[in-house]
């Protein structure tokens, strides 16, 4: 023993050496020592050796002194400090408003030291004498300075006054929303009749206070309306709206009600709502290339959802599972899904505590309406809630790992293929190898390096925290290597563990006192009985007492590297028969004495912070050097995106699991993940517990807590879970919730216009068995709910009404509300018959370039990178953050979807076809339909009732006015150009040479039309290369020839009349790659066919051409001029682009103008195109059949109304 | 001009007008309760892009916001070191650690000269530019929180590294709307596609979504490409009108609720919508121009995207940003003597010659002009894995260079300087926050009064930071 005393001490004194050419104070020691309870731990370590240390006298508080404060320098710091420095602000973690928070100071340590003014930082920084110049602005008097310095002479006197927890006691005691709930009596009402519910009851005796009358019942129509889009999102059938109208018996009403709650629909629209809540997206948001940005398991956990409405899952129920389904259910459960709520946040580049901050708010303001994020930093400045509870929250997070799962098929996916499985398989394994490997090496890598990684605890400030991303090489130390270290020594720490005991003291020790104390500390530690200290420490320290903490790290540095090259070497023994797993590699005793075991578990154990945990690439690949990280993501992907496909089944989740070691969670200062102070304990958080008061009770305990916060939010005895829920329910039937803030239940919300209805429901919900249905129900039932509208009152009683309570806070008329976005493409999809009711499954485009998918709106697949901007424009929920309520926007970009965008111009075109052929079936006649008719029809369909005689009028009046020529479109020239493709004949293929002008002669033997339109390209169908026309394409800008000869794109161009014309063309092809397009322009003249390009199909030419020029363009760009080709009405000027030789990078940029030169047909010209000119790019146009017709132009403004679009 | 209005029922009319319904509550209940929370004035006009007051007298009515994504080196562009060139080859004394390896003093590759009467230094590849250096104030010791592009292109565009926070535009409209409502009020132009992090650079975060930016690709130059459903594919506009006045006939005859002011302003975005489809394509139609100012800022992509920003700007635009190209082009790790003059080349003419016409038509003074990285570039040459030089540099968020011009800017300054090597702000460190404050204040706000209350907080575009550049100002 003695002999490895020698040793290490050898080393250490060489160590020392070393560490003269290393600069080594440490700023975060620094901060340890000056945090007192960290000083606090320091004495539970070396028992009582700390105290009697502190460096002042209390100051005598006699009324003098006190007198003195608040006349010279209370002002002061109220004036010049605390906007800054105080309850909202902490600049340098310091405050300047209470004696206490002067000691413990800030980053740089305590501000004041009581007696000794000269030595405060809060004297030199206001006497501008260091680096640290305060106030930053301009400087104190003197004599304001005088003040200080003299308060802080004669002991900082400062009165006691109410704490801060005081304060929060009061408010948790006080603040409504945190208050049990009750419930309360039905208040008595002066008109029984009017109340069908208790719901009435309430808002009635709230009317009756301010002499308000309800307004009368709505009629029916609305009321089936109302029921229709509340509970689904969609319209009724006009048949449904009629055969409802004429039934008034009673019962009616609750059998459409029913109905509906039991139909898909209703699952679907209310999912909706709490897809909100879970800042649902089918993507991670921004990631780096090597990542995979969809989410394999998102629409997974949104069927789950809807499908939890379906089945009116209980609520407290809904909510155990989204947060702990991985304690509550089976492996393989498809409520595993329900996790996704905590999973499918933003990824934020991997970083950790945006992660997590991400799952606290959801948890904290989707359940329980309060607004935790903002003690990320600082406690919350209304609401009761502490920095500290904020991380005892993120401890929950910090101790959930995520996991892939398999679930069982929820129904809807195919079934799985062997084949699926195994590629699946293959790839999984691909990956586990890799990791497997990557965790070895990496692992291997800090064992070898153990000593630097131990220096590296001195100068932690040089390892950048997670978002601060290098590049790292296999030869740097890993900063979050580094960091793990850091978080396994505080768990030693917590835990007392013998083997860092003496890293502990010695760290508490402030650096620039170190030679001072460092012989204090040790004679403390020297005591300590042997179960407190390892003997190998004891031993070694007891040779050689550290000069500097820099010592006591590389002497444990030292020590460490020492047991892992005697492990190895006996390692090497041991593992020359068998090749051991890493497990029974760590599993293994190396070294026969226990002592020594124990140091190298610190290596090799389980939770050693050298041992890579086997986590999904989310939580660990910022451990490892990045080429590893960069391999092994793209094996990931391999496996993602094989899930990703279409045609996979749905058995994917990902869910969270507790850790099997427990982290930590230390409060990091002003939200700094670099400024860790105190650890706390994962505990519920007092606003929201009915033990405000009880630590005990709030305890989280065991594992990662999750369990139990689950259980303690989702409990009929939590203040808030309930309330928040009704109120949340409430706002979607009403428009505007009980509570205005759906979300902030905290202090600065407003009161709720109706706390003791809140709270009824709240208790009514509870009762019923958390059944939300049942809450429907009751409020699609009461009174309150059936009212008409604010124009339903007599006018005089509006008046009052709009006096007392412009707001309708008190529900005196029931007020309509704008669609949300998906519930108004919803509804066009459904009155044209298109909507196509697949329930569930893989998410889609919206608008995909072409045509638009018919299913719910719920299913489009939301990137949260690129939210459409159609969908921001409407006031679409934020998929980033958690959103409480969608705004209600009015802007013209709104406007100019509904009148330009196509997807309501087909919805319209559709419907009016149907129309006219439904009904031309029943007139049982080949004429058209009279326009009257129609126009009635779409009204009944649109709006679910008969036209007045005056709106008839305004239909008929516009359905007969003249219609423009179809022809004539926007662009006046773009009937001039058709889009094809054909053969070509080429003979004289001369020179080549890039830049001669006619190298061929081109015939056109054939000419097609291109079939398909996406939208901005015609094409041979929706995917590009087409299975049968390959890649020829025309798009506004050029395009892409064909494979061959035989299918060379051609823009045609027709002339409209007999004129003369000039010719503009710049042609480009930009890649250096390939052989470049050869670029043509054919005349023909004589031809016998019309400018229809439909009825040219196949038409071989035989009337004479003529190529007036042909170039090969090959990474270049090319132009061409004609100032004056005659030409005659019904000609073509072919624009032919062919591949050359090779099919290789062949997209090409061709832009064509044509202009008259002479005056031509003076008629013509005024029709079609009085400007004569024709623009390749300008002109570009889909089908013409997008025109629409007067009577489609009526069901467009029809499905635009504000009745349409206006639920009452 | 403020119009306050003189009682809570006024005011709650002016809301209802605003054409947002009391679900809108951020705004809805920021300006019912001003004072409380965040003041935002009253201007006359209705809806959530009416043109607002300011809180003080602005300097500047409109931002030009030319970002050059990817880092443009500081030291090769507005802050000269020429110590580097004393040093060239050996390491520096202090390397501080940024994304990748870099090795001994680089030294710019071009040459600085003073120019203007205030002598303000700048290299020959802004040569142009230069010609203004007295309109143009240079902040040199710019910092930024770490050195990867995406998070300081959200600290640079919103405030805030990691979190969804609102860009600098969204919050300008949130604060004074935008002075034609027949167009975007805050339009983002690259040309080629995104620059990285896509739209969140010019997103509305927790704002009401119209605030959002509008992204145009300079490269199209069909209005439909430029402006999402702007033209019809299916109706001209004079069956447009026919709809509309249809449309209105049909909204009055069955209005069910009188006086509601929702159904009013939608009636009302009905007509913006039409006109905002001939206002819309007059804006881009470069055509319009004389043929001399097409060829001042030149016939390429830079040229016409600063050209059309000069006519949007003009028409009441309030904040464009005009991005470099799609990725982040000035990211020159290699070869950044060839690359960054070739950038350069792209921007500089189109630049000069939009402070020259600024200047002809009397908007520079009420024009703010920025111009920009999300950070800098190191003075130690970049070192690939193997170790050889790459003859580029790494990014640098210790200090950087950004310069503005224009409205209320006091031109011919350096504001600030890095050590002598240009690695770290060292005399006036200024923060992104300092930035965004003094643009906001040039555009008559307080940074610290425009608020938001979101997630039971108030939030800031400089969130607890920001310090007006008084030194900068005219």
């Known amino acids: ?1208 | 001009m403020t119009q306050r209005f003189p009682s809570t029922t006024a005011r709650r009319t002016m809301l209802q007008q605003c054409g947002l319904g009391l679900g809108g509550l951020g705004l809805a209940s920021l300006l019912c309760d001003g004072r409380a929370q965040g003041d935002v004035a009253e201007g006359g006009g209705s809806g959530p892009l009416a043109a607002r007051s300011p809180h003080f007298p602005a300097r500047a009515k409109r931002i030009i916001h030319f970002f050059l994504n990817g880092g443009p080196s500081h030291v090769d562009t507005f802050d000269p070191k020429p110590l580097l060139t004393k040093y060239a080859g050996q390491p520096l004394s202090t390397t501080l650690t940024t994304e990748r390896k870099t090795g001994a003093a680089f030294p710019s590759p071009f040459k600085f000269r003073r120019y203007g009467e205030s002598g303000l230094e700048i290299s020959e590849i802004f040569s142009r530019t230069a010609q203004f250096a007295d309109d143009i104030a240079v902040v040199r010791s710019m910092h930024a929180a770490v050195p990867n592009h995406e998070p300081s292109l959200m600290l640079m565009n919103c405030g805030d590294s990691v979190q969804p926070r609102p860009s600098v535009g969204a919050w300008l409209m949130y604060g004074l709307g935008s002075e034609n409502e027949n167009l975007p009020g805050f339009i983002a132009m690259c040309p080629g596609g995104y620059p990285i992090k896509d739209a969140e650079n010019w997103q509305a975060g927790f704002l009401p979504g119209a605030y959002q930016g509008t992204f145009i690709d300079p490269q199209h130059r069909e209005l439909e490409r430029l402006i999402e459903n702007i033209r019809s594919g299916h109706a001209s506009l004079s069956d447009q009108r026919k709809q509309l006045d249809l449309l209105a006939r049909l909204n009055s005859l069955s209005a069910s609720s009188p006086e509601d002011p929702r159904l009013e302003s939608r009636i009302e975005s009905f007509e913006l919508a039409y006109r905002m489809q001939t206002e819309a394509a007059e804006a881009f139609d470069l055509s319009q121009e004389p043929q001399a100012i097409r060829e001042a800022y030149g016939d390429h992509v830079h040229g016409r995207q600063t050209l059309i920003a000069r006519r949007l700007l003009e028409r009441g635009v309030r904040y464009l940003q005009l991005w470099h190209g799609a990725g982040q082009p000035w990211d020159n790790h290699a070869q950044i003597e060839a690359n960054h003059r070739k950038l350069a080349a792209e921007i500089d003419q189109p630049i000069a010659a939009l402070i020259q016409d600024l200047k002809q038509r009397g908007m520079f003074d009420e024009t703010l002009i920025l111009w920009g990285g999300e950070f800098g570039r190191t003075p130690t040459v970049e070192l690939g894995s193997d170790g050889k030089e790459q003859l580029g540099r790494d990014h640098n968020h210790y200090g950087f260079s950004v310069w503005m011009a224009g409205g209320g800017i006091r031109g011919g300054v350096a504001y600030g300087a890095t050590d002598e090597f240009g690695f770290k702000a060292v005399e006036n460190p200024t923060s992104v926050h300092d930035l965004h404050a003094t643009m906001l204040y040039l555009m008559g706000l307080d940074h610290k009064r425009l608020t938001y209350r979101y997630a039971g907080r108030d939030f800031r575009l400089t969130d607890v930071h920001g310090r007006v550049i008084h030194d900068i100002i005219a």
Not at chain 1, 1089 to 1094: F, M
């Open chain 1, 1 to 1208: 023993m003695a002999g490895m005393n020698a040793i290490l001490l050898l080393l250490v004194i060489f160590a020392s050496s070393l560490l003269c050419s290393r600069s080594g104070t440490a700023q975060s020691l620094s901060e340890k020592g000056s945090d007192p309870l960290e000083a606090s731990r320091f004495h539970w370590f070396v028992g009582r050796a700390g105290e009697g240390q502190t460096p002042f006298r209390r100051g005598s508080q006699s009324l003098e002194e006190i007198d003195f404060f608040e006349r010279h320098v209370r002002p002061i710091f109220v004036a010049h400090c605390q906007e800054c420095h105080g309850a909202e602000t902490q600049w340098g973690s310091l405050r300047v408003d209470s004696r206490a928070a002067l000691l413990r100071g800030g980053d740089h340590g305590p501000a004041i030291i009581p007696g000794e003014a000269g030595g405060s930082r809060l004297v030199t920084a206001i006497r501008r004498q260091g680096d640290l110049q305060m106030p930053p602005e301009e400087a104190l008097r003197e004599d304001q300075i005088e003040a200080i310095v003299q308060w802080i002479d004669r002991g900082a006197a400062w009165p006691e006054a109410p704490s801060q927890n005081n304060n929060r006691a009061d408010l948790l005691r006080s603040h409504w929303a945190f208050q049990p709930i009750t419930r309360p009596a039905i208040p008595d009402v002066t008109e029984p009749l009017w109340v069908r519910n208790p719901i009435d009851a309430f808002v009635l005796a709230r009317l009756e206070r301010v002499s308000l009358s309800p307004a009368p019942e709505a009629d029916r129509r609305t009321l089936i309306r109302r029921l229709f889009f509340d509970l689904t999102g969609m319209p009724p059938s006009a048949q449904a709206v009629e055969a409802f109208v004429a039934d008034p018996a009673p019962g009616a009403e609750e059998r459409w009600v029913e109905r509906l709650l039991a139909s898909p629909e209703y699952a679907q629209h209310w999912g909706r709502l709490w897809l909100d809540v879970a800042r649902y997206s089918d993507t991670k948001g921004y990631v780096y290339g090597r990542e995979e940005k969809s989410f394999i398991h998102a629409h997974v956990y949104r069927d789950w959802v809807i499908d939890a409405f379906a089945r009116d899952l209980p609520y407290d129920q809904f909510l155990r599972l989204q947060l702990a389904a991985d304690h509550l259910t089976e492996p393989g459960s498809p409520d595993r899904a329900a996790m996704g709520y905590l999973t499918l946040g933003r990824r934020f580049l991997g970083v950790s505590h945006d992660i997590i901050d991400d799952r606290i708010d959801v948890v904290s303001r989707g359940m329980m309406g309060l607004t935790v994020g903002c003690a990320r930093c600082h406690d919350h400045k209304y609401d009761p809630i502490s920095t500290a509870e904020y991380y005892s929250l993120y401890g929950v997070f910090l101790n959930s790992a995520e996991q892939l799962e398999r679930i069982e098929q929820t129904g809807h996916a195919a079934d799985i293929s062997g084949a699926w499985n195994e590629e699946h398989e293959k790839r999984q394994r691909a990956f586990a190898a890799a990791l497997q490997e990557a965790r070895t090496v990496a692992a291997q890598r800090m064992r070898e390096r153990i000593d630097d990684y131990f220096f590296a605890q001195t100068e932690i400030e040089k390892y950048p925290q997670e978002g601060f991303d290098q590049i790292l090489s296999t030869s740097d130390l890993i900063p979050n290597l580094v960091r793990r270290l850091q978080a396994y020594l505080v768990r030693a720490r917590e835990q007392g563990d013998r083997r860092f005991v003496v890293w502990h003291a010695y760290a508490s020790i402030p650096p620039d006192q170190f030679t001072l104390q460092a012989a204090r500390v040790w004679e403390s530690l020297r005591q300590l009985p042997e179960e407190r200290i390892h003997p190998r420490m004891a031993s070694f320290f007891a040779a050689a007492p550290p000069a500097s903490f820099a010592d006591v790290a590389t002497a444990y540095g030292n020590l460490f590297a020492e047991v892992h090259r005697r492990s190895q070497e006996q390692q090497s023994v041991a593992t020359a028969q068998e090749n051991s797993s890493e497990e029974a590699y760590a599993a293994e005793p190396a070294f026969r004495s226990s002592a020594d075991e124990e140091l190298r578990d610190v290596l090799y154990g389980t939770e050693s912070a050298c041992t890579i945990p086997n986590e999904l690439m989310y939580t660990i690949e910022g451990l490892f050097d990045s080429d590893t990280c960069n391999k092994l993501w793209n094996l990931q992907n391999e496996i993602d995106r094989w899930v990703l496909q279409p045609a996979s089944p749905d058995k994917f989740v990902i869910s969270l699991r507790d850790r099997d070691q427990e982290y930590h969670s230390q409060i990091f200062r002003r939200g700094n993940p670099a400024l860790r102070g105190a650890v706390v304990p994962q505990q519920m958080l007092a606003a929201a517990s009915p033990h405000a008061d009880d630590d005990a009770a709030r305890a989280l305990g065991v594992g990662s807590g999750r369990l139990a916060l689950a259980d303690q939010i989702a409990r009929s005895t939590n203040p808030l879970t309930a309330r928040v829920w009704v109120n949340r329910i409430w706002k979607q039937h009403f428009g505007e919730g009980l509570v205005r803030t759906p979300s902030d239940f905290g202090l600065r919300a407003e009161e709720p216009s109706h706390r003791e209805l809140l709270d009824w429901l709240a208790s009514y919900l509870i009762d019923s068995g958390w059944s939300t249905q049942s809450l429907h129900r009751l409020i699609v039932q009461s009174s309150t709910y059936r009212q008409s509208g604010r124009g339903r009152h007599a006018p005089e009683v509006r008046q009052h009404g709009d006096a007392i309570d412009p707001e309708n806070r008190w529900l005196w008329y029931k007020r309509p509300y704008r669609l949300s976005f998906e519930a108004l493409r919803d509804s066009m999809l459904v009155v044209s018959g298109e909507l196509d009711r697949q329930y569930g499954g893989r998410a889609g485009n919206l608008f995909p370039a072409d045509g638009e998918p018919p299913r719910r709106t719920l299913y489009a697949a939301i990137d949260r990178q690129f939210v459409p901007s159609v969908l921001r424009m409407f006031d679409y929920a934020n998929p980033d953050l958690h959103a409480p309520q969608r705004s209600e926007t009015t802007v013209p970009q709104q406007s100019l979807f509904a009148l330009n965008h196509p997807f309501v111009a087909r919805r319209a075109q559709h419907l009016v076809a149907e129309i006219q052929s439904q009904q031309r079936e029943s007139l049982r006649e080949d004429q058209g339909v009279p326009g009257l008719r129609v126009a009635e029809e779409l009204f009944r369909r649109l709006l679910q009732r008969s036209p007045t005689a005056e709106e008839t009028e305004a239909m008929i009046a516009f359905v007969e006015a003249p219609t423009v020529d179809v022809s004539t479109v926007i662009r006046p020239g773009a009937a001039a150009w058709s889009y094809g493709y054909g053969g070509l004949e080429i003979s004289q293929t001369g020179n080549d040479q890039a830049d001669s002008a006619v190298s061929s002669r081109v015939m056109v033997t054939s000419w097609n039309p291109i079939p398909h339109f996406t939208g901005s390209a015609w094409q041979g169908g929706s995917a590009l290369p087409d299975g049968v026309l390959g890649w020829v394409q025309l798009t506004d800008q050029g395009g892409h020839p064909g494979n061959d000869l035989q299918h060379a794109s051609i823009r045609r161009w027709t002339a409209p009349r007999d004129m003369i014309i000039e010719i503009q063309s710049r042609a480009e092809h930009e890649h250096e790659v390939g052989d470049g397009v050869r670029c043509s322009i054919v005349h023909s003249s004589g031809a016998e066919h019309s400018s229809g390009a439909e009825h040219s199909a196949g038409d071989g030419r035989s009337g004479p051409q003529e190529t007036l020029v042909s170039a090969r363009v090959h990474n270049r760009r090319w132009e061409w001029k004609h100032d004056g080709i005659p030409v005659k009405a019904g000609e073509t000027l072919d624009f032919v682009v062919d591949i050359f030789e090779v099919l290789n990078t062949d997209q090409y940029l061709w832009h064509v103008l044509i202009r008259q030169r002479d005056g031509g047909d003076p008629n013509a010209a005024i029709s079609s195109d009085p400007t004569g000119q024709w623009d390749s790019q300008l002109d570009f146009v889909g089908p013409q059949s997008q025109r629409l017709d007067r009577l489609e132009q009526l069901a467009q403004v029809l499905m635009i109304s504000n009745e349409a679009i206006f639920i009452d």
